[in-house]
């Protein structure tokens, strides 16, 4: 990329993030990359702190001025290995839900589907995530990431793939994050050097799995089986279609305004995927 302003580039440390920050540096020489949890980076994006962000896709719908500047991004086409809802009793009797800090996106997703489903809107408790999820006293708990891939609390006996629950019920995929520009930022150029990376990343994904497993406690071939196997990497016409879907349903349960649901901005990208 040829800029003459740096870009300021918010990147996640996270293994689902590891095949789209792929040698980022490189492809975008000009641009400051810099790393952090994805609730921090939605701050520093909207205290304009940076200029783009990789963001949970909840954090996108939150803000009308925002546009998404890649077809890269974290989504699901059925299971997701690493967003689960475990259960002590059967899911229709919930009455109360431990939510994960890490994730509003997934907190959004699982409140949505425990209404659509069942009619549900159980009290919401805090799971600070150093806290065992068996020390909570909430019928439920949502997970995310490497606690929700490994196997389940003893004290859980039901689980859910929230990936394939919101794929059976909606038919449709879902969107986790979203490369995001704030108001004003020309990132035209940028968003070659994005997918540049990710189409790199796909291309060294057992390379990736290998350096990555150790550190989330999982072996080489887990960690393979989860990047090439649970995730997509591309934001195409199917993916919109669900974005539409969990902005509208969102906006029902009052976690972004019901202007989202409209969807107004421009989000039709270059090199999108059909299939």
Not at 31 to 37: G, H, I, L, P, Q
Request: charged share 25%.
């Amino acid at each position: 990329m040829d800029q003459k302003q740096r870009l300021r580039i918010g990147a996640v440390s996270y293994l689902n993030t590891k095949p789209l920050v792929y040698r980022l540096a490189e492809f975008a020489p000009n641009a400051e990359v810099v790393y952090d949890v994805p609730s921090r980076l939605a701050d520093q994006l909207a205290a304009g702190t940076l200029d783009v962000a990789l963001i949970p896709s909840i954090e996108y719908l939150q803000h009308a001025d925002y546009r998404v500047v890649s077809n890269a991004c974290i989504a699901c086409r059925g299971p997701v290995l690493s967003v689960k809802l475990f259960s002590r009793i059967p899911m229709e009797r919930i009455r109360s839900l431990a939510l994960d800090e890490g994730s509003r996106t997934s907190v959004a997703l699982a409140r949505i589907l425990l209404r659509q489903r069942f009619g549900l809107t159980p009290d919401l408790l805090p799971l600070p995530l150093d806290t065992d999820a068996r020390l909570t006293d909430a019928d439920a708990v949502l997970l995310i990431g490497d606690r929700a891939i490994r196997p389940a609390p003893d004290a859980y006996a039901l689980e859910w793939d929230l990936g394939q629950q919101w794929w059976d019920w909606s038919g449709l995929p879902f969107v986790f994050a979203m490369w995001t520009a704030r108001s004003g930022t020309d990132a035209d150029q940028l968003a070659v050097a994005l997918q540049q990376a990710r189409d790199a990343g796909l291309q060294e994904l057992p390379a990736i799995a290998e350096r990555e497993a150790s550190a989330v406690g999982l072996t080489a071939d887990e960690c393979l089986v989860y990047l090439r196997d649970y995730l997509y990497f591309f934001l195409g016409t199917h993916e919109l279609r669900g974005l539409r879907e969990f902005s509208r349903l969102a906006a029902e349960i009052g976690m972004v305004p019901p202007t989202a649901a409209a969807m107004p901005r421009e989000l039709i990208l270059h090199d999108c995927r059909d299939s």
